[in-house]
């Protein structure tokens, strides 16, 4: 299993920034999908989660609104667009899958993680 993300740098407050994760080495079409976030000096949290269809399982309180997940299966990427970008959300980000879905059942297979991306918000 492998997980590349790709996309962070800098934003300014209110700006947007669209990360991506490219996955590989399992049939990505079957898993949920996470991003979590971990920002300095906190545990780790996750942002948000989206199903094997596309569709949202969750989003973080403090992104609701401005963060969307979605996922393109045919490219094997998943996505985190995030829009009016604020100081508090400067974390590094990662990608990760823990669930295989088949039917209407998912089962936990452990953590994956990918090596994270850093993206820093300031003016």
């Known amino acids: 299993v492998q997980l590349v993300e790709s996309g962070g740098g800098w934003v300014q407050p209110g700006g947007s920034l669209r990360l991506s994760c490219a996955a590989s080495?399992?049939?990505?079409?079957?898993?949920?999908m996470n991003w979590y976030r971990q920002a300095p000096g906190k545990e780790r949290e996750l942002v948000a989660a989206i199903t094997i269809a596309g569709g949202s399982l969750n989003y973080a309180d403090s992104v609701k609104g401005r963060f969307t997940s979605s996922r393109d299966n045919a490219k094997n990427t998943v996505y985190l667009q995030m829009n009016s970008r604020k100081p508090e959300d400067t974390a590094v980000y990662y990608c990760?899958?823990?669930?295989?879905?088949?039917?209407?059942?998912?089962?936990?297979?452990?953590?994956?993680w990918g090596q994270g991306t850093q993206v820093p918000v300031s003016s």
């Open positions: 080495g399992f049939t990505f079409s079957s898993y949920v």
């Open positions: 990760n899958t823990n669930r295989y879905s088949s039917g209407y059942r998912c089962y936990d297979v452990g953590d994956y």
